[in-house]
Each structure stands twice: as C-alpha cells, then as structure tokens.
T-cell receptor
Framework: NAGVTQTPKFQVLKTGQSMTLQCAQDMNHNSMYWYRQDPGMGLRLIYYSASEGTTDKGEVPNGYNVSRLNKREFSLRLESAAPSQTSVYFC???????????FGPGTRLLVL | AQSVTQPDIHITVSEGASLELRCNYSYGATPYLFWYVQSPGQGLQLLLKYFSGDTLVQGIKGFEAEFKRSQSSFNLRKPSVHWSDAAEYFCAVGVYAGGTSYGKLTFGQGTILTVHP
C-alpha cells in the first residue's frame, strides 16, 4: 500500500519557468491537500480539494494553480516560478474533509 | 483564527531519558488535535490524535499526549526515548466549522528533537 506518492522528489527551476508537481493516493480518499513547508513556519495550506471536482484556496494560494484530475490525483502547478517559492511541498489526503490527513514524502523545490 | 505554539524549537535529551514536547493552542472551542513526526527528508507521519473522549491519548512508537482544556495544551510525552526518535515533531490543530468548510489544519512551528547516546 503506497499511500500518498509525489513526483518529482527534487527539482531545480530557474525564475520564470513553469512546472507541475504530481500527487496520487491509493487510499480511496475524497479530500486532498497541498502544503508548503518553510523553516520555522510549520506547514501552510496552499490549496485543497474537498472532493473530486472541487478545489479551493488555502492560506497561501498566490502563484499556484491546482487540478483535481480524478479521485486519485491532485496536481499543483507553478506557472512562473519565483525564488520565494523555494520550499518543500507536501501533498496530503484524508477520507473526508474532517478526518485525519496522511502526507506524502514531499517535493523539494529550488528556484534560482 | 486558531493558532498553535510549540515553545521549544530544539530539545536535546539522552537516550533512555523521558521526553515532553509542549504544544499550546488558541481556539474558541474544542479543537481536534494532532501530533505528527517528520524524520529527515521524509514526509509527516501521524503519531496520535485527539478528537473527543479520554483526554490521555496513546499513539504509535510509545508516545502519548494529554489534552488539558484549562491550559489549552496538548503536550506529547514518552517515558524513555530511543535514538530513532530523533526527528522534528509538529503539533497541529484541526478546526471544522461545519457546512462546506474544509478541515483546516494549522501547524505549529515544529520542535527538533536530538537524542544523545
């Protein structure tokens, strides 16, 4: 049982480049989330999808877009990367929007 | 808005010693409370959670936490620390306002645990 998987594990971008972070879960969860983790700030929610077909903004959505491709997959896109988006990105999922969230291993992104 | 404070950024203990990691929250009602652990280069793993009922919660790896409403605290404890417990620990508060709102999870800043042999 893989749980939550994320690709890539590590990425280096130049300012202005775009990329998509992929996330998939095999737990048949309805809700999925994207967080960023920065030193000394814990995790902050970027976007979430309460159920298939819906997405909503979290605390820090600026500069990002998301797509809930199907029940399993939830992608995060950076259209024009900025150095301020250098961070570790975590995807999470939960059976419903009010239950425990389970996290993927993270994607480390460096924007030069 | 809810908030979570982990007062200790870094704690060092000797292997075999007891451990207590502090977590204080601010929220008007009874929140849902979580402790997660993150090993270097890894994702977050759930240690334990409190939704309701018994205020002393048992988790994995020998950890426990106690919800104290009067102190707005949810401290994590372990009676005897192992070298493999070295990691970063995050306390989180979940708020569910009902309706179509999502389960907003607010994290503390994290406490790094170092274990000396």
């Amino acid at each position: 049982n893989a749980g939550v998987t994320q690709t890539p594990k590590f990425q280096v971008l130049k300012t202005g480049q775009s990329m998509t972070l992929q996330c998939a879960q095999d737990m048949n969860h309805n809700s999925m989330y994207w967080y960023r983790q920065d030193p000394g700030m814990g995790l902050r929610l970027i976007y979430y999808s309460a159920s298939e077909g819906t997405t909503d903004k979290g605390e820090v959505p600026n500069g990002y877009n998301v797509s809930r491709l199907n029940k399993r997959e939830f992608s995060l896109r950076l259209e024009s990367a900025a150095p301020s988006q250098t961070s570790v990105y975590f995807c999470a999922s939960s059976r419903t929007r009010t239950e425990t969230q389970y996290f993927g291993p993270g994607t480390r992104l460096l924007v030069l | 808005a809810q908030s979570v404070t982990q007062p200790d950024i870094h704690i060092t203990v000797s292997e075999g010693a007891s451990l207590e990691l502090r977590c204080n929250y601010s929220y008007g009602a009874t929140p849902y409370l979580f402790w997660y652990v993150q090993s270097p280069g890894q994702g977050l793993q759930l240690l334990l959670k409190y939704f309701s009922g018994d205020t002393l919660v048992q988790g994995i790896k020998g950890f426990e936490a106690e919800f104290k409403r009067s102190q707005s605290s949810f401290n994590l404890r372990k009676p005897s620390v192992h070298w493999s417990d070295a990691a970063e620990y995050f306390c989180a508060v979940g708020v569910y306002a009902g309706g179509t709102s999502y389960g907003k999870l607010t994290f503390g800043q994290g406490t790094i645990l170092t274990v000396h042999p």
